[in-house]
């Protein structure tokens, strides 16, 4: 049997949750030495601002470990999400890995594959959407960058702390992506596979053109991950065993 290709999100890694980075650590010298790929879809730190973030020791880490990981021959992807969209070619280059436009289709064993983070399918959060068009700007990226690290990182938890406000007064439907955008992207892509994290709701769905792999988010040493090979894609839990109601 061929080799599988991994794909991980959500991983949310910070010097706050040792365990989960501890689990990271397992998982790329395990699961990960044995895939013809990782694939990581955004949101592997929980905040990101800036690739000078990489000279933290917790930071400059987790860069070595994703360096030891593809030092072996396994390529790794990484598709920057909306807590570490600012990952930039000094990371890249530092990690080894590449980085890929949000949405990416591949083409895994004939099949097309849509990649996406997932935030940009929220669209009926229309006040994020807003915030991420401001964000995303290269003006706003290019002046962000330009300020000092330490006051930096105090907006970006002020920023943290408003957005965690403001989602618990949101109601659920408007947090998770829009079936309408999701199937317009999969007939855009011509694919019938959507693999996405952001939601932290995993999941496999059956869509009018296809299915949609919702990955799982990892918190406290626990995760989850999606493997997909020449039989098709499933989701497992760390364990390996295959993700409760997904198959």
């Known amino acids: 049997m061929t080799q599988p290709i991994l794909f991980i999100s959500d991983l949310h890694l910070s010097p706050a949750d040792p365990a989960t980075a501890a689990a990271f650590h397992a998982f790329l010298v395990g699961q990960a030495r044995e895939a013809t790929a990782l694939y990581i879809l955004g949101d592997l730190f929980e905040v990101w601002i800036g690739d000078d973030q990489s000279n933290d020791p917790f930071y400059a880490e987790q860069v070595r470990a994703i360096r030891a990981l593809v030092d072996t021959g396994t390529p790794v992807y990484f598709m920057p999400g909306n807590r570490d ?6 990371f890249a280059s530092a990690a080894g890995l590449a980085l890929l436009a949000d ?14 983070h ?6 009926d ?3 994020y ?32 702390q408003q957005s965690q ?5 949101k109601a659920d439907y408007i947090l998770d992506v829009n079936v309408q955008a999701v199937e317009a992207a999969m007939q855009w892509a011509n694919s019938a596979t959507l693999i996405h994290g952001h939601t932290h709701r995993p999941a496999r ?12 988010d990892w918190h406290a040493g626990a995760g989850g991950y999606l493997r997909l090979d020449e039989s098709g894609p499933s989701l497992h839990a760390l364990d390996d065993t295959i993700w409760p109601g997904t198959r």
């Open 85 to 90: 969209f600012l990952c930039g070619n000094r």
């Open 103 to 116: 949405p990416t289709v591949i083409a895994p064993f004939g099949m097309p594959v849509l990649l996406a």
């Open 118 to 123: 997932g935030d940009a399918y929220c669209t």
């Open 125 to 127: 959060d229309a006040a």
């Open 129 to 160: 959407q807003r915030f991420r068009r401001i964000v995303r700007s290269p003006i706003t990226q290019w002046l962000w960058l330009r300020l000092p690290f330490s006051w930096r990182n105090r907006e970006a938890a002020k920023l943290r």
């Open 165 to 169: 406000q403001h989602n618990r007064a």
């Open 205 to 216: 769905h059956t869509q009018i053109n296809g299915t949609r792999w919702v990955l799982p």
